[in-house]
């Protein structure tokens, strides 16, 4: 998929601020520092659209951006660092728990972990959290060109092994460096089959029969969250 346009829209201090609901939205969430912002940037082709930092905790609004001018990408906040002392520093953003869980048209998370890293607790208990509020997500490991690929590919198996009894069938798995360009193309392709899926099922939902009540045609065509047990 080409990137045509990248453009940001808003900085949102919390669900309410959000824009509306009309455009699929695809977000990244992660650790701090692991390298939300900066695959933002590559996926929409884009250096600095969204900033990057050396500095833990440097996101700290939802920052969504229109591609294409058909979909959103949406950078937020990451967990795992606190700014006060006294914070519980696995808490993550009150903002970022209520648009993962309550944004109707947030399509997919790319859930970011270092692939340089053993597994570590607070990313296995934020999988865990998706996964218990039926949050769809894909896992991408990131800063490849930091590591040796064997080093990745123990470290990536190593938290598959711990996450595998979670789930019936595990999160489609993706590897990436914003900084050698790896791992575009995959994601993009990613995004590129949900906007296929969004638009067939907008299709079926256009051609509900006209000798529905208006309540239940409603009903049909009301936006929901994609079915979870589409491929990835
Ligand atoms: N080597 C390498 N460095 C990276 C990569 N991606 C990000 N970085 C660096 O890691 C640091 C953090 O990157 P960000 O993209 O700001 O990370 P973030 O997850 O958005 O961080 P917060 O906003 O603080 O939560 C920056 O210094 C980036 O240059 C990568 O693929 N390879
Ligand atoms: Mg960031």
Redesign the pocket.
């Known amino acids: 998929m080409e990137i045509s346009s990248a453009i940001f829209d808003c900085s949102a201090p919390d669900l309410d601020s959000c824009p509306d609901e009309s455009l699929p939205e695809f977000a ?1 969430i ?13 996926l929409a082709g884009k250096d600095g659209l ?11 609004l939802i920052n969504i951006f229109t591609m294409n001018k058909t979909w959103r990408l949406v ?5 795992g ?1 606190a700014a006060g002392a006294k914070k519980d520093s696995s808490r993550f953003n009150h903002a970022v728990s209520r648009y993962l869980k309550q944004r109707t048209n947030l399509c997919l998370v790319f859930a ?1 972990i270092d692939s340089g890293l053993e597994p570590q607790d607070i990313d296995l208990e934020f999988i865990g959290w998706l996964a218990r509020n039926a949050v769809p997500f894909v896992l991408v490991f ?5 590591v040796t690929p064997a080093t990745a590919q123990a470290n990536i198996a190593a938290f598959t092994a711990r996450i595998a009894g979670w789930f019936e069938k595990l999160p489609a798995i993706f590897t ?5 360009e ?1 791992g575009r193309r995959e994601l993009l392709g990613v995004i590129d089959e949900a906007m296929t899926a969004i638009r067939a099922e907008a299709n079926q939902a256009s051609a509900v029969p006209e000798d529905l009540t208006p309540g239940r045609k409603a009903q049909q065509i009301r936006k929901k969250r994609p079915d979870l047990s589409r491929p990835w």
């Open positions: 990244f992660g650790r701090s520092n692991v390298g939300k912002s900066s695959l933002l940037n590559m969204a900033r990057t930092s050396p500095t833990p905790g440097f996101t700290k950078d937020l906040p990451g967990y660092f970011l990131t800063k490849t060109d930091k990436c460096s914003a900084t050698m790896q």
